[in-house]
T-cell receptor, first 112, second 113 residues
Framework: NAGVTQTPKFRVLKTGQSMTLLCAQDMNHEYMYWYRQDPGMGLRLIHY???????AKGEVPDGYNVSRLKKQNFLLGLESAAPSQTSVYFC???????????FGSGTQLSVL | GESVGLHLPTLSVQEGDNSIINCAYS??????FIWYKQESGKGPQFIIDIRSNMDKRQGQRVTVLLNKTVKHLSLQIAATQPGDSAVYFC????????????FGKGTLLTVNP
């Protein structure tokens, strides 16, 4: 039982490049979330999903897209990376009826 | 202490002392609160949670206190150990069918041996 797994752990992009961050959970959770964490800013919600095939915008969704084609996976895409998207990205999941979230170990992304 | 909206505060304690980390929340409709611990280079880990119908909840060496009158949450760590050094976040949930957590900016706890 691995919990929440994020890949990759590190990535460096050039401005304008695209990439996809993958999040996988093996806890059969309904809810999945993508957060970004910047120094002194805490965790800010980018997008989330309340079930397979559903997505919704969070606090800072601009420049990102997500997909939840399978219940266990939640993908975060950057179509055209910008330096402002340099951050640490965390995926989390939660079970239906529970507000407690379980987090992955993060992806450190640098956009040059 | 921290608040949803302030710069990252720091707390430095001696090993063996008790630590108190504070958090102010702004939404009186929030009905669930949770504390996470984040060590350097790792994701947040659940410590303890509390619902708004409670004032206090205890775990192993940790206690969370909730004061709804002044919208204040605190995390108490007994006999603080070097392994407790981390950033601590509080988060709140507005309740109902809303399962989104709003996080504070964290408090850096440093335990001196």
């Amino acid at each position: 039982n691995a919990g929440v797994t994020q890949t990759p752990k590190f990535r460096v992009l050039k401005t304008g490049q695209s990439m996809t961050l993958l999040c996988a959970q093996d806890m059969n959770h309904e809810y999945m979330y993508w957060y970004r964490q910047d120094p002194g800013m805490g965790l800010r919600l980018i997008h989330y999903s309340v079930g397979e095939g559903t997505t919704a915008k969070g606090e800072v969704p601009d420049g990102y897209n997500v997909s939840r084609l399978k219940k266990q996976n939640f993908l975060l895409g950057l179509e055209s990376a910008a330096p402002s998207q340099t951050s640490v990205y965390f995926c989390s999941s939660g079970g239906q009826g529970s507000e407690k979230l379980f987090f992955g170990s993060g992806t450190q992304l640098s956009v040059l | 202490g921290e608040s949803v909206g302030l710069h990252l505060p720091t707390l430095s304690v001696q090993e063996g002392d008790n630590s108190i980390i504070n958090c102010a929340y702004s939404n009186s409709a929030s009905d669930y609160f949770i504390w996470y611990k984040q060590e350097s280079g790792k994701g947040p880990q659940f410590i303890i949670d509390i619902r708004s119908n409670m004032d206090k909840r205890q775990g192993q060496r940790v206690t969370v206190l909730l004061n709804k009158t002044v919208k204040h949450l605190s995390l108490q760590i007994a006999a603080t150990q070097p392994g407790d050094s981390a950033v601590y976040f509080c988060a709140e949930n507005l309740g109902g069918s809303n399962y989104k957590l709003t996080f504070g900016k964290g408090t850096l706890l440093t335990v001196n041996p």
